[in-house]
């Protein structure tokens, strides 16, 4: 297996305990434990500090299971985060040949595991319409064959916030089924909806159907670890054997405190704190594209604590990134990390006034930008024509 840089985290690991402004998370704001545990810390401290059950308890897994229709603890796979539920699942699906239909824009780690596995990788973008973004089902029509193992999909998508119509879902359901595909669904968004109403899961649709998600996200709970993958109970046995030569189990913690919460109750409460931070910063981002209507757009997200921003200046995506973080000590995420260029990506999940704090300093660099141009073209001078 041949590494392939995953460079959107190797940008983000780098740098997101460095740079003064963090606008580079694509999560709401993280929980303390104090809040999380709301002053009850007894019993936590008393839990044995040895190996979880490696699989998930089976508290957590029939905890997770009744987020899904119909499905029970056997159809549930504790991880360590999404990004191993999506590992293992790519790892046990995939070959060297395999053909793989993976939607971008996307979180890249799907797309550099098919790479690393010698897939063969075809891509299906969604595209700007007007006010929203669609996935191209011609596009995805013919890329998908009687050979297609798997079509992988993040919904809502990282990095634009979409939402798939559920007619959307039944076409990419219908395309998998003609080919006899699995569908591997990212929904790590699911629950930080602005508009409050939950994005369909994919299982249940589709009887080939894999699921990953985790705390990271709408929960606001990323230190913690915890993911999960839902799929047909036989599949489920098999990511479990893969699991065995990854982490081997959940941290006893983690796995703890997630069957904290995901109880009804307490995570109806953190997904309400997670959609409320969202609403109270989304209009920040909005008054502030307008006011740059000039060289910056953006179609609002629907879910997610991320905005995909399209700008139009003189400068490659990674370039000004790496001079907002040089010369701003700001980060954000360059479009060209996820395969389109003048497009940034903006974490609007944290403290409301760091967020303004950190558009601010986008503003100012912008300005400079747009000075250093003007005054390249003046000292050019006009053109003439003989």
């Known amino acids: 297996m041949r590494l392939i840089p995953f460079e959107m985290e190797r940008w983000q690991s780098t740098w997101e305990n460095r740079a003064e402004y963090n606008l580079s998370e694509s999560g709401v704001h993280p929980l303390t434990l104090t809040e999380l545990l709301d002053g009850d810390s007894a019993d936590i401290i008393k839990q044995p500090l040895g190996y979880s059950q490696t699989n998930g308890t089976e508290e957590l897994r029939k905890t997770i299971a009744a987020i899904y229709p119909d499905a029970s603890s056997d159809n549930v796979l504790v991880t360590n985060g999404s990004a191993e539920a999506n590992f293992v699942a790519m790892w046990s699906l995939l070959d060297r040949d395999a053909e793989v239909a993976i939607m971008l824009p996307n979180y890249m780690q799907v797309w550099g595991l098919a790479k690393m596995l010698q897939a063969k990788v075809r891509p299906f973008w969604l595209r ?159 008054n502030w594209t307008d006011r740059h209507r000039d060289c910056l757009s953006c179609i609002p997200p629907k879910a997610g604590a991320i905005s995909y921003v399209k700008y139009s200046l003189g400068i490659d995506s990674k370039d000004l990134a790496e001079r907002l973080l040089r010369e701003k000590s700001t980060l954000i995420v360059p479009g060209s990390h996820f395969g389109m260029e003048k497009y940034i990506r903006i974490g609007y999940g944290s403290p409301a006034h760091r967020l303004k704090a950190g558009l601010g300093r986008i503003t100012d660099l912008i300005n400079e930008i747009r000075h250093q141009t003007g005054k390249r073209e003046m000292s050019q001078g006009p053109s003439t024509s003989g």
């Open 128 to 286: 700007e319409y007007e006010d929203e973004w669609r996935p191209d089902l011609r596009q995805l029509k013919k890329i998908v064959t009687r050979t297609t193992k798997l079509i992988a999909l993040c919904n809502p998508n990282n990095p634009t916030g979409a939402v798939m119509r559920d007619e959307q879902m039944d076409e990419i359901c219908k395309v998998a089924e003609r080919a006899g595909a699995w569908i591997l669904s990212d929904e790590v968004y699911q629950g930080a909806e602005l508009d409050g109403k939950t994005t369909p899961t994919l299982w249940g649709q589709y009887d080939r159907a894999i699921v990953t998600n985790s705390l990271s996200k709408a929960y606001g709970l990323p230190g913690l670890r915890i993911g999960w993958v839902v799929g047909p109970t036989d599949l489920i046995g098999k990511l479990w054997s893969y699991h065995d030569y990854t982490t081997i189990c959940p941290s006893a913690l983690s796995d703890y405190l997630a069957r904290r919460v995901l109880r009804p109750d307490t995570r109806a409460k953190v997904l309400a704190r997670a959609r409320s931070i969202l609403q109270e910063n989304l209009p920040m981002i909005k």
